[in-house]
C-alpha cells in the first residue's frame, strides 16, 4: 500500500499547515536578525499587514510623481533627523545627511560604491551595458587607473580646446529655435536640449557629428533613449523581467545595446585604425584615451563601455539641469533679465563665448548653482560601508548600503533659507550665506565629492553657461501655463513635462 494512502485528509492539512508555519517561523526569524543590528537607526511608519517584511515598500511603490522618490525621502529626513533607515524585506538602506556624514562618507572613508545599485547599470537583465565604465566600476585598483586616464582629458586646459564644438553646436539649436519663435507654437525644451547635450559629447568625445538638432528622430538618440527606459523600469521594478506585459519593451531594450554597443566598436576600431595610419584624427577624448592605451589593461569591451558611460553620464544630467534652469527663469523673470543684462554686458552680439567671456558671467553661473540646488539630477548617491561606521553617534554596521542625498541638503533651510524660492543671488561671492559658510562643499554637493566625484563637471559647467548665455540672448520666452512643474524622477530627475516655451525673438 501506498504510504500516501495512509495519511487521512486531516494528516495533510495538519503537515501542510505545520509547513507553512515552520516557513512562516523561518521567515520572521530570519527577518528579526536582519533587521536587529539596525533597530538603534529610525524608519519611516510601515504599513500593510506584512510590514514587518514589506517595511516602507508600500509608499515607495505608490510615489506620487510630483514629490519623486527625492520628495519622499526629504520628508523623512524632515521626520526622522540626519540618519534614519528606510527597509523593505531584506534590503536596507541609511541614509545620512549634513556635513559631517557628506565629508565622512565621501573624502574621510572614501566608502566603495554599492555593488547592488550600480550593477543594475553595469548589468541589466544580464547584458553589459555601462559595464565596468567609470561611473559603474566598483573595483577601487581598476577604476583608478581609468579615473587617471580620463582626468587628463577633462582638465580645462583640454576643454578649452573644445570651445569651437560647445558654440558651434549652440548656435545650431538657437538657428532652430528661431525659426519656432512666433510666440504661438508650443516648444517642448527638454528634447531640444536633450538633442543638444547628445551632439555637444558625440563631438567632443568622440570626434563624430550626430546632427541630432536638425533631426526629428535621430537614430543615435532613439537607442539610448530605449536604454534608459530600459534600465529605469529594472530600477523601479526589479520583477520586471517575468512580467509578461513588459517583455516586448526589455526585447527592444537588448536590441538597442546591442546596435549601442556595435556602433561604439566600429568607431573605436576606425579611430585606432586611423591613427595607426597616421591620418588626421580629432584631437577629442577618444584619440586621448587610445593615445594612453594601455594594451595590458584595456580590453575593447571596457572602452565600449567607457564609450557608453560618457553618452549617457555627459548627455542626460546636463540636459535635465538646463530644462529645469529654463522653467525656474520662466517662473521667476527677474532672474532671467538679470541674467540676460549681465550677457549683454559681457557678451553682446558676439557669436562666440570663449572662456574668458565666460569667467565674467557670474550671475549666470549663480543661476545654474541655483538649478543644481534645487533640482540635482543625480538627487542621491549611494555607497557601501567595509567595516562597522559611526556616523553623528549612530553606529552603522558593515556591508550597509549608504545614501547620501544632495537633493535634501540642497532643501535644508538650516543652509539654504527659503528652500523653495529660486534665488541664484545666494551664490554670489560677498552674500552674507557665503560669507557666514552656509554653503560649501559639504552643502551643495550636486557633482558629488571625494574622488568619485563627477569627472564631467567642468564640461558641464562650460555647457550650461554657453546655452543660458546665447538663450537670453536670442529669446524672450514663455511658459506654457497648463503644464506639471512636478518631477519625474527615473534614473535622474527631470521636469515631468519636459519645460514647454514659447519663443519669441528677442527685441533688442
Ligand atoms: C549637470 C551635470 C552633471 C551632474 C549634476 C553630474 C553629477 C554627477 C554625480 C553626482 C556623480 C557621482 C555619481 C555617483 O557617485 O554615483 C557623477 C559622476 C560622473 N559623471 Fe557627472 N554629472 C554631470 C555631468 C556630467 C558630464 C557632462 C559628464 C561627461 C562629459 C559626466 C561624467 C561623469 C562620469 C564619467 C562620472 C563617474 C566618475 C567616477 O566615478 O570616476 N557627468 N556625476
Given at each position: 500500500?501506498?504510504?500516501?494512502?495512509?495519511?487521512?485528509?486531516?494528516?495533510?492539512?495538519?503537515?501542510?499547515?505545520?509547513?507553512?508555519?515552520?516557513?512562516?517561523?523561518?521567515?520572521?526569524?530570519?527577518?528579526?536578525?536582519?533587521?536587529?543590528?539596525?533597530?538603534?537607526?529610525?524608519?519611516?511608519?510601515?504599513?500593510?499587514?506584512?510590514?514587518?517584511?514589506?517595511?516602507?515598500?508600500?509608499?515607495?511603490?505608490?510615489?506620487?510623481?510630483?514629490?519623486?522618490?527625492?520628495?519622499?525621502?526629504?520628508?523623512?529626513?524632515?521626520?526622522?533627523?540626519?540618519?534614519?533607515?528606510?527597509?523593505?524585506?531584506?534590503?536596507?538602506?541609511?541614509?545620512?545627511?549634513?556635513?559631517?556624514?557628506?565629508?565622512?562618507?565621501?573624502?574621510?572613508?572614501?566608502?566603495?560604491?554599492?555593488?547592488?545599485?550600480?550593477?543594475?547599470?553595469?548589468?541589466?537583465?544580464?547584458?553589459?551595458?555601462?559595464?565596468?565604465?567609470?561611473?559603474?566600476?566598483?573595483?577601487?585598483?581598476?577604476?583608478?587607473?581609468?579615473?587617471?586616464?580620463?582626468?587628463?582629458?577633462?582638465?580645462?586646459?583640454?576643454?578649452?580646446?573644445?570651445?569651437?564644438?560647445?558654440?558651434?553646436?549652440?548656435?545650431?539649436?538657437?538657428?532652430?529655435?528661431?525659426?519656432?519663435?512666433?510666440?504661438?507654437?508650443?516648444?517642448?525644451?527638454?528634447?531640444?536640449?536633450?538633442?543638444?547635450?547628445?551632439?555637444?559629447?558625440?563631438?567632443?568625445?568622440?570626434?563624430?557629428?550626430?546632427?541630432?538638432?536638425?533631426?526629428?528622430?535621430?537614430?543615435?538618440?532613439?537607442?539610448?533613449?530605449?536604454?534608459?527606459?530600459?534600465?529605469?523600469?529594472?530600477?523601479?521594478?526589479?520583477?520586471?523581467?517575468?512580467?509578461?506585459?513588459?517583455?516586448?519593451?526589455?526585447?527592444?531594450?537588448?536590441?538597442?545595446?546591442?546596435?549601442?554597443?556595435?556602433?561604439?566598436?566600429n568607431h573605436i576600431n576606425q579611430r585606432i585604425k586611423d591613427l595607426?595610419?597616421?591620418?588626421?584624427?580629432?584631437?577629442?577624448?577618444?584619440?586621448?584615451?587610445?593615445?594612453?592605451?594601455?594594451?595590458?589593461?584595456?580590453?575593447?569591451?571596457?572602452?565600449?563601455?567607457?564609450?557608453?558611460?560618457?553618452?549617457?553620464?555627459?548627455?542626460?544630467?546636463?540636459?535635465?539641469?538646463?530644462?529645469?534652469?529654463?522653467?525656474?527663469?520662466?517662473?521667476?523673470?527677474?532672474?532671467?533679465?538679470?541674467?540676460?543684462?549681465?550677457?549683454?554686458?559681457?557678451?553682446?552680439?558676439?557669436n562666440y563665448i570663449s572662456l574668458e567671456d565666460l569667467a565674467n558671467?557670474?550671475?549666470?553661473?549663480?543661476?545654474?548653482?541655483?538649478?543644481?540646488?534645487?533640482?540635482?539630477?543625480?538627487?542621491?548617491?549611494?555607497?557601501?560601508?567595509?567595516?562597522?561606521?559611526?556616523?553623528?553617534?549612530?553606529?552603522?554596521?558593515?556591508?550597509?548600503?549608504?545614501?547620501?542625498?544632495?537633493?535634501?541638503?540642497?532643501?535644508?533651510?538650516?543652509?539654504?533659507?527659503?528652500?523653495?524660492?529660486?534665488?541664484?543671488?545666494?551664490?554670489?561671492?560677498?552674500?552674507?550665506?557665503?560669507?557666514?559658510?552656509?554653503?560649501?562643499?559639504?552643502?551643495?554637493?550636486?557633482?558629488?565629492?571625494?574622488?568619485?566625484?563627477?569627472?564631467?563637471?567642468?564640461?558641464?559647467?562650460?555647457?550650461?553657461?554657453?546655452f543660458l548665455a546665447k538663450f537670453a540672448l536670442n529669446f524672450d520666452?514663455?511658459?506654457?501655463?497648463?503644464?506639471?512643474?512636478?518631477?519625474?524622477?527615473?534614473?535622474?530627475?527631470?521636469?515631468?513635462?519636459?519645460?514647454?516655451?514659447?519663443?519669441?525673438?528677442?527685441?533688442?
Amino acid at each position: 500500500m501506498n504510504i500516501l494512502s495512509n495519511i487521512g485528509l486531516s494528516d495533510l492539512t495538519a503537515l501542510l499547515i505545520g509547513t507553512s508555519s515552520s516557513f512562516l517561523l523561518y521567515l520572521t526569524l530570519k527577518q528579526y536578525l536582519r533587521l536587529k543590528p539596525y533597530r538603534h537607526i529610525p524608519h519611516p511608519k510601515t504599513y500593510g499587514p506584512f510590514r514587518f517584511f514589506t517595511g516602507n515598500l508600500k509608499e515607495l511603490q505608490s510615489l506620487k510623481d510630483d514629490i519623486g522618490f527625492s520628495g519622499l525621502i526629504l520628508k523623512w529626513f524632515n521626520e526622522l533627523g540626519p540618519v534614519f533607515k528606510v527597509y523593505f524585506f531584506g534590503e536596507i538602506i541609511v541614509s545620512v545627511n549634513g556635513p559631517e556624514a557628506v565629508k565622512k562618507v565621501t573624502i574621510e572613508l572614501d566608502l566603495h560604491k554599492n555593488d547592488l545599485t550600480y550593477n543594475m547599470l553595469a548589468f541589466p537583465y544580464n547584458e553589459r551595458a555601462l559595464g565596468t565604465g567609470l561611473v559603474t566600476e566598483i573595483n577601487k585598483e581598476k577604476w583608478k587607473a581609468s579615473r587617471a586616464l580620463f582626468n587628463h582629458a577633462f582638465q580645462r586646459n583640454v576643454l578649452k580646446t573644445f570651445l569651437d564644438e560647445f558654440n558651434e553646436k549652440s548656435n545650431l539649436l538657437m538657428e532652430k529655435l528661431r525659426s519656432k519663435a512666433d510666440g504661438k507654437t508650443m516648444v517642448p525644451m527638454f528634447p531640444e536640449i536633450n538633442k543638444l547635450a547628445l551632439d555637444i559629447i558625440s563631438s567632443v568625445a568622440f570626434g563624430f557629428n550626430n546632427d541630432s538638432i536638425n533631426q526629428n528622430e535621430n537614430y543615435l538618440n532613439k537607442l539610448i533613449i530605449n536604454l534608459l527606459e530600459g534600465i529605469n523600469e529594472l530600477l523601479i521594478d526589479p520583477l520586471v523581467q517575468i512580467k509578461p506585459g513588459k517583455f516586448k519593451m526589455i526585447s527592444e531594450f537588448k536590441k538597442s545595446l546591442k546596435e549601442l554597443r556595435e556602433f561604439s566598436r566600429n568607431h573605436i576600431n576606425q579611430r585606432i585604425k586611423d591613427l595607426e595610419n597616421k591620418e588626421h584624427v580629432p584631437n577629442d577624448i577618444l584619440t586621448i584615451i587610445i593615445k594612453n592605451y594601455d594594451g595590458d589593461s584595456f580590453e575593447m569591451e571596457d572602452l565600449i563601455d567607457q564609450f557608453l558611460t560618457f553618452f549617457i553620464a555627459g548627455q542626460e544630467t546636463t540636459a535635465n539641469s538646463l530644462a529645469f534652469a529654463i522653467l525656474e527663469l520662466g517662473r521667476n523673470p527677474d532672474a532671467f533679465l538679470k541674467l540676460r543684462e549681465e550677457v549683454d554686458k559681457y557678451i553682446g552680439c558676439k557669436n562666440y563665448i570663449s572662456l574668458e567671456d565666460l569667467a565674467n558671467l557670474e550671475y549666470t553661473s549663480c543661476v545654474f548653482k541655483e538649478t543644481l540646488r534645487k533640482w540635482p539630477p543625480a538627487p542621491e548617491f549611494s555607497r557601501k560601508t567595509y567595516k562597522e561606521i559611526e556616523i553623528n553617534g549612530v553606529t552603522i554596521p558593515k556591508n550597509t548600503w549608504i545614501m547620501c542625498s544632495p537633493f535634501i541638503s540642497g532643501h535644508n533651510p538650516e543652509y539654504f533659507p527659503e528652500p523653495e524660492e529660486f534665488k541664484p543671488e545666494r551664490f554670489l561671492s560677498g552674500h552674507e550665506f557665503s560669507e557666514k559658510n552656509l554653503i560649501n562643499s559639504y552643502t551643495f554637493f550636486p557633482f558629488s565629492l571625494g574622488p568619485r566625484n563627477c569627472i564631467g563637471q567642468n564640461f558641464a559647467k562650460i555647457e550650461a553657461k554657453i546655452f543660458l548665455a546665447k538663450f537670453a540672448l536670442n529669446f524672450d520666452f514663455q511658459l506654457n501655463e497648463n503644464q506639471s512643474y512636478g518631477l519625474k524622477e527615473l534614473l535622474t530627475l527631470r521636469p515631468k513635462d519636459g519645460c514647454q516655451v514659447y519663443l519669441t525673438q528677442r527685441n533688442s
